[in-house]
């Protein structure tokens, strides 16, 4: 049968013109997908579901500020502050990604894998006694669970 490989789509994406790997395709590529949420303005989800394609195509700065647009609108966006520490963690900045973490937090206060990966930012950012705290926090909801044990692994005594 046909194959769809990522010419075809490319082509579908930005008209009838043969598809080449030219500065110019993947700008007309990149200002569609920034100009995707325009499309269901409303919809929160759908730009941080953008913001996640920009982030893989290392669109860093695009992307976030795509979700900074997105938690004005609605600042209890869990899925927006989650992409917003994660796009931070995955490019070495993991203390920039403390208070989008400090707020996952704030939403839901036993999500042990996001209380590990605070615990992980701040000691990136030399809080060890921030870190700590992390060991006591998920202990006391979630005792013997994997995430207690790495936190007491990488920031106990």
């Known amino acids: 049968g046909p194959r769809f490989g990522a010419?075809?789509?490319?082509?579908?994406?930005?008209?009838p013109q043969p598809a080449t790997n030219s500065e110019a395709d993947l700008n007309a590529l990149k200002l569609a997908i920034i100009r995707?949420?325009?499309?269901?303005?409303?919809?929160?989800?759908?730009a941080v579901a953008v913001a996640r394609l920009l982030f893989q195509f290392g669109?860093?700065?695009?992307g976030r500020a795509l979700l900074q647009k997105d938690l004005k609108m609605d600042p209890r966006d869990y899925e927006a502050w989650y992409s917003q520490a994660l796009s931070d963690e995955k490019t070495n900045k993991r203390p920039a990604a403390i208070p989008a973490r400090q707020r996952i937090a704030a939403l839901d206060p036993f999500n042990a894998p996001s209380l590990l990966e605070l615990g992980r930012d701040l000691k990136a950012a030399g809080d060890l006694a921030g870190a700590k705290a992390i060991i006591a926090k998920i202990n006391s909801f979630a005792p013997g669970s994997p995430e207690a044990k790495s936190a007491q692994t990488e920031f106990g005594s």
């Open 7 to 15: 010419d075809v789509s490319r082509k579908t994406a930005l008209g």
């Open 36 to 46: 995707a949420p325009n499309m269901r303005p409303n919809e929160p989800y759908y």
């Open 59 to 62: 669109l860093m700065p695009d």
